[in-house]
T-cell receptor
């Protein structure tokens, strides 16, 4: 079992839809969680950072962490064609480096 | 603020040749990372520097890969000799420090193709 797993997609949704992107993990010591967006031929760009469990909202983006289920989610409301990208989750335990998931490719169709 | 700069953007070489990548981090960022991102996968950490010292190089294939960060600013990553499986995007990232709460800022990477 890989340490961090994501549905690779591609996930295609119509413009305006609510998108749910998910990661599961096996290491119960993980407590720092990040979501990155990566456009084609670009480097990853940090979207959201959360510590431990709970929700965090930033504009159209909401990050959710459920440590009991070892499951994190990123919700995108009112999705736009400009949201089309690969979304990477990353997580770490205290004092450890981040481990990235393989990414989910999202296409938002106009 | 200027972002993380990397060069070259693309490189094509034949197997067994050598290649070098350069990274200039965000000004003032003490921590610098090199990642390898194979197509369809997430970035995998190769080496982490804190100023000019190595913090973590546990996943660096040291028989062929080397990296240095002279004067604690710019860094170079070298592969010698290259293998077919080294075809990937090499990403450089920097952060203010090593704490988990300090986000990593990535450059756009060097896309390496091995023929």
């Amino acid at each position: 079992q890989k340490e961090v797993e994501q549905d690779p997609g591609p996930l295609s949704v119509p413009e305006g839809a609510i998108v749910s992107l998910n990661c599961t993990y096996s290491n119960s010591a993980f407590q720092y969680f990040m979501w990155y967006r990566q456009y084609s031929r670009k480097g990853p760009e940090l979207l959201m950072y959360t510590y431990s469990s709970g929700n965090k909202e930033d504009g159209r983006f909401t990050a959710q962490v459920d440590k009991s289920s070892k499951y994190i989610s990123l919700f995108i409301r009112d999705s736009q064609p400009s949201d089309s990208a690969t979304y990477l989750c990353a997580m770490s335990a205290s004092g450890q480096n981040f481990v990235f998931g393989p990414g989910t490719r999202l296409s938002v169709l106009p | 603020e200027a972002g993380v700069a990397q060069s070259p953007r693309y490189k094509i070489i034949e197997k067994r040749q050598s290649v070098a990548f350069w990274c200039n981090p965000i000004s003032g960022h003490a921590t610098l990372y090199w990642y390898q991102q194979i197509l369809g996968q997430g970035p995998k950490l190769l080496i982490q520097f804190q100023n000019n010292g190595v913090v973590d190089d546990s996943q660096l294939p040291k028989d062929r890969f080397s990296a240095e960060r002279l004067k604690g600013v710019d860094s170079t990553l070298k592969i010698q000799p290259a293998k077919l499986e080294d075809s990937a995007v090499y990403l450089c990232a920097s952060s203010l420090g090593t704490r988990e709460s300090q986000p990593q800022h990535f450059g756009d990477g060097t896309r390496l193709s091995i023929l």
